[in-house]
C-alpha cells in the first residue's frame, strides 16, 4: 500500500496569499493516477485536480497541481474566502486507492 | 442532475451487519467505475472498495480483511455494500463516488454520504 503523507497538518492564511500544500508517496505513484480533492464541513469531498496537474472542470485556474514520482504539489495562487478548507491528496496507481491525511487551509 | 444518493446506514451494534445502497441518475451508470469511501468523524477519507463497471474487477482496502462486499446492479443504476462483522472502528460517514471516464481514476461525483454508527 502506499502511503501519502501530507504537510502541513494546518496551513494558517489570510485572503490573497499563496498557499502550497505538499503531499510525499512512500513509493512512487504510477501512470499519473495522482488527484487532490477539497471538502467543507458536513460536505462531500470536490476533484479539484486529476492526474496530477489537470484541473477539473469548472475548478477556477488558482487552483493549480504539479510534481511526479513521489512528490506533489497543490497550489492556491491566491487565496478566495471560499478556499479555506480541508484538502487531500489521492493516489490510485495500484489497486489500492489511498488518501493523504488532509491538511487544513484556515484563515490567518 | 449527475447524482449519487446513498442510504442505508444507521446504529448496529459491534458484529452486525450492514447493506448500504447508492442509487444512482443523470448518467449512463453502467460505464462507470464505482467506489465506497469512508470517513470516520473528525478523521480523514479511507477508501474502502472499488467495482469496475460489468463487476469484472473488484478490489478491497486491506484492512477489511474480506468483512465487506461490493456490488453493483446496473438494470437498476444501484451500488451497494454488505458488512458484517461491524466494529465500533467502522464507524463512519460512508460516500459513494464515481471514478470519472479519462480521468486519471480520479472521483468525480460524490454522493451526500451516509452515516454509520457501530455502537453498543
Known amino acids: 500500500e502506499i502511503v501519502l503523507t501530507q504537510s502541513p497538518g494546518t496551513l494558517s492564511l489570510s485572503p490573497g496569499e499563496r498557499a502550497s500544500l505538499s503531499c510525499r508517496a512512500s513509493?512512487?505513484?504510477?501512470?499519473?493516477?495522482f488527484a487532490w480533492y477539497q471538502q467543507k464541513p458536513g460536505q462531500a469531498p470536490r476533484l479539484l485536480i486529476y492526474?496530477?496537474?489537470r484541473r477539473a472542470t469548472g475548478i477556477p485556474d488558482r487552483f493549480s497541481g504539479s510534481g511526479s514520482g513521489t512528490d506533489f504539489t497543490l497550489t492556491i495562487s491566491r487565496l478566495e474566502p471560499e478556499d479555506f478548507a480541508v484538502y487531500y491528496c489521492?493516489?490510485?496507481?495500484?489497486?489500492?486507492?489511498?488518501f493523504g491525511q488532509g491538511t487544513k487551509v484556515e484563515i490567518k | 442532475e449527475v447524482q449519487l444518493v446513498e442510504s442505508g446506514g444507521g446504529l448496529v451494534k459491534p458484529g452486525g451487519s450492514l447493506r448500504l445502497s447508492c442509487a444512482a441518475s443523470?448518467?449512463?451508470?453502467?460505464?462507470?467505475?464505482l467506489n465506497w469511501v469512508r470517513q470516520a468523524p473528525g478523521k480523514g477519507l479511507e477508501w474502502v472498495s472499488s467495482?469496475?463497471?460489468?463487476?469484472?474487477?473488484?478490489y478491497y482496502a486491506d484492512s477489511l480483511k474480506g468483512r465487506f462486499t461490493i456490488s453493483r446492479d446496473n438494470a437498476k443504476s444501484s451500488l451497494f455494500l454488505q458488512m458484517n462483522s461491524l466494529r465500533v472502528e467502522d464507524t463512519a460517514v460512508y460516500y459513494c463516488?464515481?471514478?470519472?471516464?479519462?480521468?486519471?481514476?480520479?472521483?468525480?461525483?460524490w454522493g451526500q454520504g451516509t452515516m454509520v454508527t457501530v455502537s453498543s
Open positions: 467495482i469496475t463497471s460489468t463487476s469484472s474487477y473488484i
Open positions: 463516488a464515481r471514478q470519472g471516464v479519462y480521468l486519471a481514476h480520479a472521483f468525480d461525483i
Open positions: 513509493q512512487s505513484v504510477s501512470g499519473n493516477y
Open positions: 492526474g496530477v496537474s
Open positions: 489521492q493516489q490510485s496507481g495500484t489497486s489500492q486507492w489511498t
Open positions: 443523470g448518467f449512463t451508470f453502467s460505464s462507470y467505475t
